[in-house]
C-alpha cells in the first residue's frame, strides 16, 4: 500500500462524510414537514456532487489510497482521524451517494414523523460514508455502529406490522457480530502496534501476527462481515429485514449494507490476516456456494416479492464472497464489481416493488397477475432490471458474474462449475415471479385499474437503468480503478504466504494477460 | 498530636457509612440524594489525603472530575425529583416501585 | 471501410430497435414495420458490400475493433469479419429482411405493433454480434441476446398464459445448455488465457491435450444443445410456437437455433482435436434428426410439424458439423433457412387465411383458396423431402454423403440419416396433403382468403432461394466451399464422396424421398385416416418426455424448493436463531421476580456485592 499521494489541500472525504450530518441538522431546523423530503434529497445530492468530483479527480491505475486526511486523535491509544479511498472503496462510496438521494426521493409514501425519518436516512448515509472511508480501526469501528442506530429506527419506526421484530432481530445479529468485531480491534491494536497499540489501518499493515493470531481475528471480524454480507447461514435476519424494512429502507440495506460487509472481508480479512484467509478459503467458498445455490432455491418458492428479492441477494452476495475467496485478479474485481452491480438491481427491484406496493398494499405474488396489459411501463422496466439480476450481457450482472465465474475457475474450479448453476436458478425464480406477476389475464379486479409509473417513479428509476446500461456495455473504467487496488491486494498476499495466484494460459504471469 | 493520613481515611470511612446508612434506612428521595453527595465526598477526601501523602497530583485531579460528575448528577437528579413530586406528590421512593420486573 | 460497413451491419438494426421502443407507440402502424425492415434491409446491403471482396478473392479476414471492453480477460467488443460470418450475416439479415417484410402484413392490426418490430430488429443486432464475435466472449453475448429476443417475442402474447409459460420455458432451458457454454468458457481462459478466437484455435495443438479439448466440445455441446434444440434439451422448441408465426419463421426456425451448428463449425479447430466430442456431436444430431421426425409424424398442429420438423433437420446439420463436413453443415444451415422459413411463412399464411386456425384437421382443399401461398409451399415441400433440384437434396445429400465416406460406424449415422430423410419426406407430404388436397373440412363461418401482396412477396423471393440456393455447393460446382476455405483452413475436413458411390448414395436419398412421398400420399390421398391409436398418441405426445421433465423438474424440484424454504431454512435455520431469542426472554422471565422496583433493594444488592467483591479480595491476600 505504498505510494500514498500527498494529502490533498482540501479534505474532500471529511467533507463527503460531513455533508449528511450537515444535511440531517438542515432537516432537523425545517419547520414545514412538506420541504423536508426536498431538503433532504437536495442535501443528498450535493453529498453525490462531491462524491462525483472525487471520482473524477481519482487518479486511474494507482493502487493506493489517495485523498489521504491524516490527523493523529490521541496519541497514546495510536487513534487517528485517517481517511483515504482506493479503488476498492472508490465505487461503493460512490455508489452510496447514488443511491440516498433516490432512496430519499422514493420514500413519498412515509407520512409519520418525516422529519425523523429523513434525518435517520442522512445520519445512516454519514455513517456508511464513513466505514468505506475510514481507515483507522477505532474510528471505523465508531461508524459501524453508529450506522446500525439510523438503520434500526428506519425499520423499527417506518416498518410493516412485524417491524419490530424485525428491528430487534436485525439489530441482535449485527451487535453479536460487533461485540466480537470489537474485541478483535482491540486485540488486533495491542498486538500489531510497536511501542504502544495503533489502530491505523495502514501501520497494522506492517504488522507481524502470528498464525493463531490471525485465526482468532480472522475469526473475530469475519464472522460480523459474513452476519453482514450475509454469507450462510446467518442470512435469516436479512428477508424479515427487507419485508418489514420501507422501500428506501431496503433499497439501502440491500444496496449498501450488505456490501459493507464484503468490503470488511476485503479490506481487513484478506489485507490484515492473509494467511488465515488462504487457509480458509475452502470454508468459504463452500458457504459462498451453497449461498449461491441456496439462496436461489428458496427465492424460487417465495409468495411475496421482497421476500423473494432478499433471498436472491443472499444469492448474488454469494457470488461476491466467491470472487473475493477465489483470490484471482479476476475474481477479486468481478467481487467488487458485483457489489456495485447487485446494490444497482436489487435497489432497482426493491423501488418497484415499494412501487407496486403504494398501489396495492400488498406483496404477494398470489395478488398480481396480468400486470403488463395495465401497467406496461412499469412491466418493462421490472423485466429490464429482473434481467440485470439474471445476468444478461449488455447489462452490468453479467459482467461482474463472468468475472466472478471465470476468475474462480482458475483457483477453485469445482466451485465455479456450482456456483455457475446460479446461473439457471436465477432465471428460474426471476422470470417465473414476472409470469405469475405480469403475464397472463388479469384474473383481480383490484388490478383492472391500476396507474402506470407517473413521471417521478421514472425520473427516480432512469439513472439507475442508464448505469445498468453503462456497466454492463463498457465496465473498463470501473474496472481500471478496481485491477490496482485488487492487485496489491493478491501481491500482499503472495508477499506474507505461500499463497500464489494461479498462472492460466500458456505460462503467463498471474496479473497480465496478453491483447 | 499530628494529623495523619489515617485520620483522614478514618474520618472518610465514617462519613461513607453515615452515607451508606442514609440510602439504605431512609425513604425520602431528597434525603438519599444528599446521601450520595456525602458518599462521594467521602471518597473525595480520601482522594486528596492519599495524594497529598503520595505527592501526587492525581489525587485531585480525580477530585476535579468527581465533582464535576457530581455537579451534573444534581442537576439531572434534582430536576427528576422535583418532576416525580409534582406529579405523584410524594418523595417517598418505595412508592416509586416503577421499574419492578 | 469494410469495418465500417460491417460495424453498421449491426448498428442498424440496433439503432430501428432503440428508436422504435421510444416511438414505435406513436408511429402510424405500417410505418414501424417500414422502418424496421428498411434497417435489416440496409443491414443485408451494408453486408453484401462488405462481402463482395470476399466473391472477388481480394478480401482479407479482418477484425473491427469497438472498445477495450474487459481488459482483465484482455478481450475487446470486436468484431471478425470472415468469409464463414459473411455468409451468416448474409442469411440472417436477408431472410430477416423477408421476414420483416412479412410480418408488416401478419402483424397488422395489433395492438403492440411499434414493440413487435423493436424485438425483431433487436433479435437480428443479436444475432449479427453471435455470428459476427470474433472472441468466445463476445459469441457468449450474442448468444444470451437472442435468448432474449426469443424469450420476448415467444411471449409476445403475453396476455396467453401459454405463450408466457413457453417464453419463460426456452429461456430456462436455454440457461441449462449455457451453464455448459459458461463451463467451457472456464476451461478455455484457463488454457489459452484469452477468449480470442484467432488466438485459441492457433496456439489449440500445443495447449490443450486430447482429454482437454473433449471437455471442451462436449461442454461447447451441452451449450449448443440448448440453443439448437437438441437431445434432450428439444422441449422449449415445440412449445415456442406459441410466438407469432414470422418469430417462429426467423427465429426458431433459419437463425437463432441455428447458433449451435455455428459455433461448432466455427470451434472446429478444437473438436478436430477431440474425436469422441466430435463423435458425440453426430450421435445426437442423428439420434435427435430421427427422434423428431417420428414425432412430427403424428403432429396436428401445423405449426408443431414444422417445429419437429426443424429439430430433425437440425439434426441433420449437427451429424455433419460433427463429421466434420462443416461446409455441408453450413450449406444445409444456408439452404434450410430458405425453405423452413418459407414453410413457417407460409403455414402464417394459411393461418392468417384460416382467422387463426392451425389444426390441420380443421383445414384441407386450401389449395385453390390461396394458389400463392399453395404454389411456394410445394417448392418448400420438395425442397425439404430432398427432390433434386431443389435446395434441400443438395446439402442434406452432402451431409449424407459425407458421412458415409467416413466408414465405420459412421455408417449406422448414415443409416438412421436415410430413415429420417423418409420420415422428412412423409410428414411434409402428410401436412401438405391435410392442409391443401382433399375436401375442405373448415369450420363454419371461416372463409379462407389468400394473404396480402406483402406476404406473398417474401414467400416468393425465398420459393425462388430454395429452388436455386442449393446451386451454390453441387458435386458438379463446389463454390460454397471454396469460398469457406479459408475458415477452415486449419481445420481437418471430411470429405465428400466421388464417382459412382456419389451417385449411388444420392440416388438412394431421392428414393427414400420418394417413398416417403409415396406412402404418405397413398394414405392421405382420399381421407383422413383415425390416428388415435396408442402408436400415435405416443408419437403426438413427443413420447411424453415433456410430461416426464415438467414432472421431474419443475413439479418435484418445487416441492424441493418449498421444504427448504418453508421446513429447512423456516424452521431450521430461523428457527434456531428464533429459539436463541426465546431461550434468551425466558430466561429472563425466570430472573423477574429480582427485580422488586424498591429503590432500596437496589441499593442493598450493590452494597453487598461491594461488600462481597472487597471480601474476595482480602480474602485473596489482600489489596
Redesign the interface.
Known amino acids: 500500500m505504498s505510494g500514498e499521494r500527498a494529502p490533498m489541500t482540501f479534505p474532500i472525504l471529511s467533507v463527503i462524510i460531513a455533508l449528511p450530518v450537515a444535511g440531517a441538522l438542515v432537516v432537523a431546523a425545517i419547520r414545514r414537514k412538506e420541504l423536508v423530503l426536498p431538503v433532504a434529497v437536495a442535501s443528498s445530492l450535493v453529498t453525490l456532487g462531491a462524491a462525483v468530483w472525487m471520482l473524477v479527480d481519482f487518479q486511474v491505475g494507482e493502487a493506493g489510497f489517495q485523498f489521504v486526511e491524516q490527523a493523529t486523535w490521541y496519541q497514546p491509544w495510536g487513534v487517528g482521524w485517517h481517511l483515504g479511498v482506493d479503488g476498492i472503496s472508490l465505487l461503493l462510496v460512490v455508489l452510496t451517494a447514488f443511491l440516498f438521494p433516490i432512496a430519499l426521493a422514493a420514500s413519498t409514501a412515509i407520512t409519520r414523523r418525516v422529519r425523523e425519518y429523513a434525518m435517520a436516512m442522512l445520519l445512516l448515509e454519514a455513517g456508511i460514508l464513513g466505514v468505506f472511508l475510514c481507515l483507522d480501526l477505532l474510528v471505523f469501528f465508531v461508524f459501524w455502529e453508529a450506522m446500525l442506530v439510523p438503520m434500526y429506527f428506519i425499520i423499527g419506526v417506518w416498518g410493516g406490522e412485524r417491524r419490530v421484530h424485525a428491528a430487534v432481530k436485525f439489530f441482535l445479529f449485527t451487535a453479536f457480530g460487533s461485540a466480537l468485531m470489537f474485541a478483535g480491534i482491540l486485540a488486533l491494536g495491542f498486538l500489531g502496534g510497536e511501542g504502544g497499540p495503533t489502530f491505523d489501518f495502514v501501520r497494522l499493515l506492517d504488522a507481524d501476527l502470528s498464525r493463531t493470531a490471525q485465526f482468532w481475528l480472522f475469526g473475530a471480524f469475519g464472522l460480523s462481515f459474513a452476519i453482514k454480507v450475509p454469507i450462510f447461514p446467518f442470512h435469516t435476519w436479512l428477508p424479515d429485514a427487507h419485508v418489514e424494512a420501507p422501500t428506501a429502507g431496503s433499497v439501502i440495506l440491500a444496496g449498501i449494507l450488505l456490501k459493507l460487509g464484503a468490503y470488511g472481508l476485503i479490506r481487513f480479512c484478506l489485507s490484515l490476516f492473509p494467511e488465515a484467509s488462504v487457509s480458509l478459503v475452502p470454508v468459504l467458498a463452500v458457504l459462498a456456494v451453497i449461498g449461491i445455490v441456496y439462496g436461489a432455491i428458496v427465492a424460487i418458492v417465495q409468495t411475496d416479492v421482497k421476500r423473494l428479492v432478499a433471498y436472491s441477494s443472499v444469492s448474488h452476495l454469494g457470488f461476491v464472497v466467491l470472487g473475493i475467496f477465489a483470490l484471482t485478479s479476476q475474481g477479486l474485481q468481478g467481487g467488487v464489481l458485483q457489489m456495485v452491480n447487485h446494490g444497482l438491481t436489487t435497489g432497482a427491484l426493491f423501488l418497484l416493488v415499494g412501487m407496486i406496493y403504494e398501489r396495492r398494499h400488498t406483496r404477494e405474488i398470489g395478488q398480481f397477475g396480468g400486470l403488463g396489459a395495465v401497467m406496461p411501463r412499469y412491466a418493462g422496466i421490472f423485466l429490464f432490471v429482473a434481467f440485470a439480476s439474471i445476468g444478461l450481457p449488455g447489462l452490468n450482472g453479467f459482467i461482474g458474474e463472468f468475472f466472478v465465474l471465470i476468475g474462480s475457475y482458475l483457483s477453485l474450479p469445482w466451485y465455479a462449475v456450482v456456483a455457475a448453476l446460479g446461473v439457471v436458478l436465477a432465471a428460474v425464480y426471476l422470470l417465473w415471479a414476472y409470469q405469475r406477476m405480469f403475464t397472463g389475464p388479469i384474473t383481480l379486479e383490484e388490478n383492472r385499474g391500476l396507474r402506470d409509473l407517473g413521471v417521478r417513479e421514472t425520473l427516480i428509476l432512469v439513472p439507475i437503468i442508464v448505469l445498468i446500461l453503462f456497466l454492463g456495455i463498457y465496465p473498463k473504467p470501473a474496472l481500471d480503478r478496481i485491477q490496482p487496488s485488487v492487485d496489491s491486494v493478491l501481491q500482499r498476499i503472495e508477499q506474507t504466504t505461500d499463497y500464489r495466484v494461479p498462472d492460466f494460459g500458456t505460462g503467463m504471469a498471474g496479473y497480465e494477460v496478453v491483447p | 498530636m499530628t494529623v495523619t493520613p489515617g485520620w483522614y481515611m478514618a474520618l472518610s470511612a465514617v462519613l461513607f457509612v453515615i452515607g451508606?446508612s442514609g440510602?439504605?434506612?431512609r425513604?425520602n428521595?431528597l434525603v438519599?440524594f444528599m446521601s450520595v453527595e456525602l458518599m462521594l465526598n467521602a471518597v473525595n477526601l480520601t482522594f486528596v489525603a492519599a495524594g497529598r501523602e503520595l505527592l501526587s497530583i492525581d489525587g485531585q485531579v480525580s477530585v476535579f472530575f468527581v465533582m464535576v460528575v457530581a455537579a451534573a448528577e444534581v442537576v439531572v437528579g434534582l430536576a427528576i425529583i422535583v418532576a416525580v413530586f409534582r406529579r405523584r406528590k410524594t418523595a417517598s421512593?418505595?412508592e416509586?416501585?416503577?421499574?419492578?420486573? | 471501410m469494410t469495418g465500417t460497413l460491417v460495424s453498421l451491419a449491426i448498428l442498424l438494426p440496433l439503432g430501428g430497435s432503440v428508436v422504435l421502443l421510444f416511438a414505435g407507440k406513436r408511429l402510424p402502424e405500417p410505418l414501424a414495420g417500414v422502418i424496421a425492415t428498411l434497417t435489416v434491409a440496409g443491414a443485408f446491403g451494408c453486408a453484401a458490400v462488405a462481402a463482395v471482396d470476399f466473391l472477388t478473392g481480394a478480401g482479407e479476414a479482418l477484425t473491427v475493433r469497438w472498445f477495450d471492453w474487459m481488459p482483465a480477460f484482455g478481450v475487446d467488443a470486436s468484431l471478425g469479419w470472415d468469409r464463414l460470418s459473411a455468409l451468416m450475416t448474409l442469411v440472417v439479415t436477408g431472410v430477416g429482411a423477408l421476414i420483416h417484410l412479412y410480418s408488416i402484413g401478419y402483424m397488422k392490426g395489433d395492438a403492440r405493433f411499434g414493440r413487435f418490430f423493436t424485438y425483431l430488429n433487436l433479435f437480428i443486432a443479436s444475432m449479427l454480434i453471435l455470428v459476427l464475435a470474433d472472441n468466445f466472449a463476445m459469441l457468449f453475448v450474442g448468444w444470451e441476446l437472442v435468448g432474449l429476443c426469443s424469450y420476448l417475442l415467444i411471449s409476445f402474447w403475453f396476455e396467453r398464459e401459454t405463450a408466457a409459460a413457453a417464453g419463460k420455458k426456452a429461456f430456462i432451458v436455454n440457461r441449462v445448455g449455457d451453464v455448459g457454454f459458461i463451463v467451457a468458457l472456464m476451461v478455455v481462459f484457463a488454457h489459452f488465457g484469452s477468449f480470442r478466437f484467432d488466438t485459441v484455435f492457433e496456439s489449440a495443438p500445443e495447449v490443450l491435450t486430447t482429454g482437454t479439448a473433449t471437455a471442451i466440445g462436449l461442454l461447447l455441446l451441452v451449450g449448443a444443445a440448448g440453443k439448437s434444440a437438441q437431445l434432450p434439451l428439444y422441449v422449449w422448441l415445440p412449445d415456442a410456437m406459441e410466438g407469432p408465426t414470422p418469430v417462429s419463421a426467423l427465429i426458431h426456425a433459419a437463425t437463432m437455433v441455428t447458433a449451435g451448428v455455428y459455433m461448432v463449425a466455427r470451434t472446429g479447430a478444437i473438436f478436430g482435436m477431440a474425436p469422441i466430442a466430435a463423435g458425440t456431436v453426430a450421435v445426437v444430431g442423428a439420434a435427435t434428426a430421427l427422434y423428431a421426425a417420428t414425432i412430427a409424424v403424428a403432429q396436428t398442429d401445423i405449426k408443431r410439424v414444422l417445429a419437429y420438423s426443424t429439430i430433425s433437420q437440425l439434426g441433420y446439420m449437427f451429424m455433419g458439423v460433427g463429421a466434420a463436413a462443416y461446409v455441408a453443415g453450413v450449406f444445409h444451415l444456408m439452404t434450410h433457412s430458405f425453405f423452413k422459413a418459407l414453410l413457417f411463412l407460409g403455414a402464417g399464411s394459411v393461418i392468417h387465411g384460416m382467422h387463426g386456425e392451425q389444426d390441420m384437421a380443421k383445414m384441407g382443399g386450401l389449395r385453390r383458396k390461396m394458389p400463392a401461398t399453395f404454389a411456394t409451399m410445394t417448392i418448400a415441400w420438395l425442397a425439404i423431402s430432398g427432390i433434386p433440384p431443389l435446395a434441400g437434396f443438395w446439402s442434406k445429400d452432402e451431409i449424407l454423403g459425407t458421412v458415409f465416406e467416413r466408414g465405420g460406424a459412421w455408417t449406422v449415422l448414415w443409416g438412421v440419416g436415410l430413415l429420417t430423410a423418409l420420415l422428412t419426406a412423409f410428414y411434409m407430404t402428410r401436412m401438405m396433403w391435410l392442409t391443401f388436397f382433399g375436401e375442405p373440412r373448415w369450420d363454419d363461418g371461416v372463409h379462407p382468403h389468400e394473404s396480402p401482396a406483402v406476404m406473398t412477396i417474401p414467400l416468393l423471393a425465398l420459393a425462388g432461394l430454395s429452388v436455386v440456393g442449393g446451386l451454390v455447393n453441387t458435386p458438379f460446382r463446389t463454390t460454397l466451399e471454396h469460398f469457406l476455405d479459408p475458415v477452415f483452413d486449419a481445420v481437418r475436413l471430411a470429405h465428400v464422396p466421388t464417382g459412382s458411390t456419389a451417385v449411388a448414395l444420392a440416388g438412394a436419398s431421392v428414393i427414400a424421398a420418394l417413398i416417403g412421398i409415396g406412402l404418405a400420399a397413398l394414405r392421405y390421398r382420399d381421407r383422413v385416416p383415425d390416428e388415435t391409436g396408442f402408436a400415435w398418441r405416443l408419437m403426438g405426445r413427443g413420447y411424453y418426455v415433456d410430461d416426464v421433465y415438467g414432472q421431474v423438474f419443475a413439479r418435484s424440484g418445487k416441492l424441493a424448493a418449498a421444504w427448504l424454504a418453508f421446513r429447512f431454512d423456516a424452521r431450521g435455520i430461523d428457527g434456531a436463531v428464533e429459539g436463541m431469542g426465546a431461550l434468551t426472554r425466558k430466561t429472563g422471565g425466570w430472573?423477574?421476580?429480582?427485580?422488586?422496583?424498591?429503590?432500596?433493594t437496589s441499593?442493598?444488592g450493590v452494597?453487598l456485592g461491594a461488600v462481597a467483591l472487597l471480601g474476595w479480595f482480602l480474602w485473596r491476600g489482600g489489596l
Open positions: 451508606l440510602i439504605l434506612l425513604r428521595a438519599m421512593v418505595d416509586l416501585a416503577e421499574l419492578r420486573g | 430472573l423477574r421476580p429480582i427485580q422488586t422496583g424498591f429503590v432500596r441499593a442493598a452494597v
